[in-house]
């Protein structure tokens, strides 16, 4: 007669539910964007563009009644659909770039900013969309190319 396979069960016990602990969770969204840098003397002078990946990083103390700190699907359908909509294949430019007067004449999606389009300002821009929708966003980090990164994250005690 087999023995009875005993029952797994691994209780993460109160005593782990009640010590304090931050969770953090990580969201991937991929978009396509064009951009040049000014007053740039480099490749990225030139109008092209980039596959880019924001890597979205949220953290809480502690998880909801869920065991989350948030909702993966809710991070797509705030800042995912924020990138689709607003950044994903459109040309990312200084609002003092001269083309820009030429590509609104043509009819082309951009988007201006008060700083150098580069990966750490288009960071920071994610990450301000996330926190202005109230998620619990820690850190942003935007991939250039598979092997350029910049991260954004705001001095800590300072908000952001
Ligand atoms: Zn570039």
């Known amino acids: 007669m087999p023995t009875p396979m005993a029952p797994l069960d691994f209780p993460l016990g109160p005593t782990a539910e009640a ?13 396509c964007y064009g951009h040049r840098l000014l007053n740039y003397d480099g490749k990225c002078r030139n109008l092209h563009g980039h596959n880019g990946k924001a890597v979205i990083t949220l953290e809480t103390r502690g998880l909801d009644a869920l065991g989350m700190v948030i909702d993966f699907g809710d991070v797509k359908r705030v800042i995912g659909r924020w990138i689709d909509e607003n950044l994903d294949h459109r040309m990312l430019l ?6 820009l007067p030429e590509l609104r004449r043509l009819g082309e999606p951009v ?33 250039e190319a598979e092997n350029s990164y910049a991260t954004y994250r705001p001095a800590a005690g300072e908000g952001g």
Do not use: C
């Open 19 to 31: 010590a304090p602990a931050f969770y953090r969770v990580t969201k991937e969204v991929h978009f």
């Open 111 to 143: 988007v201006t900013m008060d700083v150098n389009p580069t990966a750490e300002n288009i960071a920071r821009l994610i990450y301000a969309q996330g926190q202005s929708h109230g998620l619990p966003i820690v850190e942003v980090t935007l991939w």
């Open 94 to 99: 200084h609002r003092d770039d001269p083309v």
